[in-house]
């Protein structure tokens, strides 16, 4: 069983909608946890990473840790065709990150 | 800066054949490690290093071999190739160390891959 499970979608929304992505986690140990962002054919880059519960927001992106239900969130408000992508969502306790599969997003123009 | 470049991008070997990914980085990072991404999989990690003259073995390692005799590069060698070892391969490094906090998040920077295909 993979530590972390992720919805790989696709997920196609309108320009403008709110994208909501999630992720659940078994490692208990787990304290960091992050988004990365994947292009087609290109390398993964990080988008936000967070230290233990609760939300961080940057700009258009808002990232959310429950540690009481193993669940991981990314919202992305007001969603462009700049947007489309694949996210990643990880976890970590020290240098070893457990990915999720991906969730593939298209943002309609 | 060039960050993380991976080369070659794209391969084709046959079966049995060996070769060698490179994987060089220009940001003094400590922290170096190869993943595998297959679809539906997600990323894996293959070997990883803490620094030069360390390797360690992650999730999948079976059939690659690693070196790290410099800070800058980590090259992965495929010993025999097989058709299960068809993958995108990315190489990651960071500043990674112990610690606690938000300092011991490891946040990984990504090359844009190596798509390797056996026959």
């Known amino acids: 069983q993979k530590e972390v499970e992720q919805d790989p979608g696709p997920l196609s929304v309108p320009e403008g909608a709110i994208v909501s992505l999630n992720c659940t986690y078994s490692?208990?140990?787990?304290?960091?946890f992050m988004w990365y962002r994947q292009y087609s054919r290109k390398g993964p880059e990080l988008l936000m990473y967070?230290?233990?519960?609760g939300n961080k927001e940057d700009g258009r992106f808002t990232a959310q840790v429950d540690k009481s239900s193993k669940y991981i969130s990314l919202f992305i408000r007001d969603s462009q065709p700049s947007d489309s992508a694949t996210y990643l969502c990880a976890g970590s306790n020290d240098y070893k990150l457990s990915f999720g599969a991906g969730t593939t997003v298209t943002v309609r123009a | 800066n060039a960050g993380v470049t991976q080369t070659p991008k794209f391969q084709v070997l046959k079966t049995g054949q060996s070769m060698t990914l490179q994987c060089a980085q220009d940001m003094n990072h400590e922290y170096m490690s190869w993943y595998r991404q297959d679809p539906g999989m997600g990323l894996r990690l293959i070997h990883y290093s803490v620094g030069a003259g360390i390797t360690d073995q992650g999730e999948v390692p079976n059939g690659y071999n690693v070196s790290r005799s410099t800070t800058e590069d980590f090259p992965l060698r495929l010993l025999s190739a097989a058709p299960s070892q068809t993958s995108v391969y990315f190489c990651?490094?960071?500043?990674w160390g112990p610690g606690t906090g938000t300092s011991g998040a490891n946040v990984l920077t990504f090359g844009a891959g190596s798509r390797l295909t056996v026959l």
């Open positions: 967070t230290y233990s519960s």
């Open positions: 490692n208990s140990a787990f304290q960091y």
């Open positions: 990651a490094s960071s500043y």
